[in-house]
């Protein structure tokens, strides 16, 4: 028993030295690095302060106020408030001498100064960057607004121009259905124009007598038997009644590629023959119109076309249930027509749609 207690009063005495001195070592350590970083810290140099301040809290195990004031004097300056924030809660926990908590009480002004600083600085930016958002989004609904003011006028322009187009090309057609309706007695195979008061040869069929006798397309008719005539009635009438004519024009001539004045004289007697035999199973020479499928220009006497009541300047719209959109087609329905067989014509006359039956 007296052994076992010399034992433990030798331990005692003998370890608790050894110990204090580790511990004492280790303050002494912790004093200096202190001190290198507060010598950092007022060099500016604050990784190396905050790091030196680092390795003496754990040299010495433990920390108080005045290494918590020091870590926030460095972190204050590196501009980390919110770090800033949570180390002063912590530094109020611990007695600290009056300078330095006055230091610290500064500090911790300043920092809620400058985090609501930033703060504003941050609301400020994403206030304008809300409102340059809300520019952007107003400009880009103008820019749609205008691209679609601009496409409206622009198909609003197309519209017209369609318009207007196919109004010329409507009115074009009925001024041709107008000559070929003037022109239908006309048995010279030529069809013309009266514009102007100026009688204008526009179409001349290549077996008809006027072509045949050198009435050329272009070929202006001055007068008719010494007589100046101003209309395609006119021409009509005054060689109608005639056995022969002679036709006063001005056409180009091709070997000396000039307009030249000259006289055709024309046997009508045969200009009728010629006419008459012209027969084609329906008995209407046509031309396509731009918005008409067919134009009857010219109806041969006593043919289907003439018995069933086609007339020179209308417009074939339809034969029989079938409605014509081309020459092509216009030409394959007459193919399949028989002899004998009735057939129903849809035709526009002057704006009005005519059902005519028209037998074979």
């Not at 067919?294 to 079938?322: C, E, H, K, N, Y």
């Amino acid at each position: 028993m007296k052994h076992r207690l010399f034992l433990v009063i030798f331990l005692c005495f003998g370890l608790c030295p050894q110990t204090g001195f580790a511990q004492s070592n280790n303050n002494a350590q912790a004093r200096a690095f202190y001190f290198v970083a507060e010598e950092a810290y007022e060099n500016k140099k604050y990784s190396d302060a905050f790091d030196a301040l680092k390795r003496a809290e754990k040299l010495r195990g433990e920390t108080d106020a005045r290494f918590l004031g020091l870590e926030i004097k460095i972190l204050f300056a590196q501009k980390k408030d919110q770090r800033v924030i949570r180390l002063i809660d912590r530094f109020y926990a611990h007695d600290a001498p009056a300078d330095l908590a006055r230091d610290i009480a500064k500090i911790q002004l300043q920092t809620e100064k400058r985090i609501r600083s930033q703060q504003q600085a941050k609301a400020r930016r994403i206030a304008a960057e809300k409102k340059r958002a809300e520019e952007r989004r107003r400009q880009e609904i103008e820019r749609k607004r205008r691209e679609a003011e601009r496409e409206r006028f622009r198909l609003e322009k197309k519209k017209r121009e369609e318009a207007e187009k196919f109004q010329k090309a409507r009115e074009s057609d009925h001024r041709a259905a107008r000559i070929a309706r003037d022109n239908q007695s006309n048995s010279l195979g030529i069809t013309i124009s009266d514009d102007g008061g100026i009688l204008t040869i526009i179409q001349a069929s290549e077996d008809g007598a006027g072509y045949l006798n050198g009435l050329q397309v272009g070929s202006n008719i001055l007068k008719v038997n010494g007589i100046e005539i101003t209309s395609t009635k006119q021409f009509i009438r005054l060689y109608d009644q005639k056995k022969k004519i002679r036709l006063r024009v001005k056409q180009l001539n091709a070997k000396r590629s000039k307009l030249v004045t000259k006289t055709i004289k024309i046997d009508m007697e045969k200009a009728k023959a010629i006419f008459a035999a012209r027969k084609g199973k329906l008995g209407i020479a046509f031309g396509q119109a731009q918005t008409y499928p067919i134009l009857a220009m010219t109806v041969t006497p006593q043919s289907p076309a003439a018995r069933g009541g086609i007339q020179a300047g209308d417009f074939i719209l339809a034969v029989g249930d079938t409605k014509i959109t081309s020459t092509e087609e216009f030409l394959r329905q007459i193919t399949l027509i028989e002899t004998g067989q009735v057939v129903v014509f849809t035709i526009d006359r002057l704006g009005k749609t005519i059902l005519l039956p028209i037998k074979f």
